[in-house]
């Protein structure tokens, strides 16, 4: 009987969300995990913790720490969290500039290990990020994947199932456009067990949902003084990876790279996707509105400004 051979993942940056990511797919037991960092000891020192949490948790799934790229080859799925925050002082255009340079260079070594994976972006500017990761990895589009709309998406879910007083399981609700402030969170398609948003809440408390959807890392941001989210961006990323390997075929929103849906040609922005074993299967093209259009092109402008500043 030929051996089963468990399915390796490629975590880059063993910072808050690229370790918390790596624990979550090592737990899944789902795949084996390469953590790899620019930081000597840091993948190393976490990925022996993770280890060691194994024999408790009571999964298999092997964790590497390393700072050789060479240790990452042949992965199924690499999973982009290196990067750096922004620091007092520093524009918007210091940080896409530095974290396009280092997106650039790890997706450079990593791609040409792993020629067949599928790379799912985290590193923000997000939607920037994966025009850099793409050209990196000469790989096709629907192997280019960027993680924010699950993540916005969770925001919003939690927000409505706390207002309405439901199980977040329950409530369904998706966000489009670029990770920012300029994202489209969709109330006509959000539901509560399949029934319609609008029959719970009223549409001031709806707007103050989307509100603060919209600035949810911020939030975090405030609250924790340094740094940034990394729990439910690190669960988010999950979704995206568990879909990929287990070829599930969620519908779930993710930035992909548009060229000619809905109207869009050539810039990644958030838009709902069928995630399967070979990436982006399908983006699926809903009917907007004319404000939700609107809406969805300011943000995808916002995304261009930021492209074409790289
Ligand atoms: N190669 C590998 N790793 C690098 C490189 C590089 N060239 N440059 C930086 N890193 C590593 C850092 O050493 C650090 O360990 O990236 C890691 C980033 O971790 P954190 O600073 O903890 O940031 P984190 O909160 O994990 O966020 C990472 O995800 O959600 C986004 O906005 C967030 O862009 C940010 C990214």
């Known amino acids: 009987m030929a051996a089963l051979q468990r399915r390796k993942v490629t975590v880059i940056g063993a910072g808050n969300v690229g370790a918390t990511t790596a624990q979550r797919i090592a737990e899944s037991g789902l795949a084996d995990v390469v953590l790899i960092d620019i930081v000597e000891g840091l993948p190393q020192g976490k990925g022996l913790d993770l280890a060691e949490a194994a024999p408790v948790v009571g999964h298999d799934a092997r964790i590497v720490g390393t700072n050789n790229y060479d240790d990452t080859a042949n992965s199924d799925v690499i999973?982009?969290?290196?990067?750096?925050?922004?620091?007092?002082g520093m524009s918007r255009d210091d940080l896409l500039n530095t974290n396009a340079g280092i997106v650039r260079s790890v997706v450079t070594?990593?791609?040409?290990?792993?020629p067949d994976a599928i790379i799912v972006v985290v590193t923000n500017p997000l939607d920037a990020m994966c025009h850099v990761a793409l050209k990196?990895?000469?790989f096709p589009k629907h192997r280019v994947i960027g993680m924010a709309g699950t993540l916005d998406s969770a925001?919003?879910?939690?927000?409505?199932?706390?207002?309405?007083?439901v199980s977040v399981e329950d409530v369904r609700a998706f966000v489009l456009g670029g990770h920012g402030d300029t994202m489209v969170p969709l109330p006509r398609y959000s539901s509560i067990g399949g029934i319609p948003l609008p029959e719970f809440l009223s549409a001031e408390r709806i707007e103050?949902?989307?509100?603060?959807?919209?600035?949810?890392?911020?939030?975090?941001?405030?609250?924790?003084?340094?740094?940034?989210?990394?729990?439910?961006?690190?669960?988010?990323?999950?979704e995206v990876v568990e879909s990929i390997l287990l070829d599930r075929r969620r519908l779930i929103p993710c930035?992909?790279?548009?060229?000619?849906?809905?109207?869009?040609?050539?810039?990644?922005?958030?838009?709902p996707i069928v995630l399967g074993a070979s990436g982006i299967e399908k983006i699926v093209?809903?009917?907007?509105?004319?404000?939700?259009?609107?809406?969805?092109?300011?943000s995808a402008d916002a995304v261009k400004e930021l492209v074409d500043l790289l």
């Open 155 to 165: 925001r919003y879910r939690t927000f409505i199932a706390a207002e309405a007083g």
């Open 136 to 138: 990196a990895s000469g």
């Open 255 to 271: 930035a992909a790279l548009l060229e000619g849906e809905y109207g869009i040609s050539g810039l990644y922005v958030g838009v």
């Open 208 to 238: 103050a949902i989307v509100k603060r959807t919209r600035s949810g890392g911020a939030e975090i941001v405030e609250l924790l003084k340094t740094g940034s989210a990394y729990y439910a961006p690190a669960a988010a990323t999950f």
């Open 79 to 88: 999973v982009v969290t290196s990067g750096i925050a922004r620091k007092p």
């Open 285 to 298: 093209e809903i009917t907007l509105t004319v404000d939700e259009a609107a809406a969805f092109r300011r």
């Open 109 to 114: 070594e990593s791609a040409k290990r792993s």
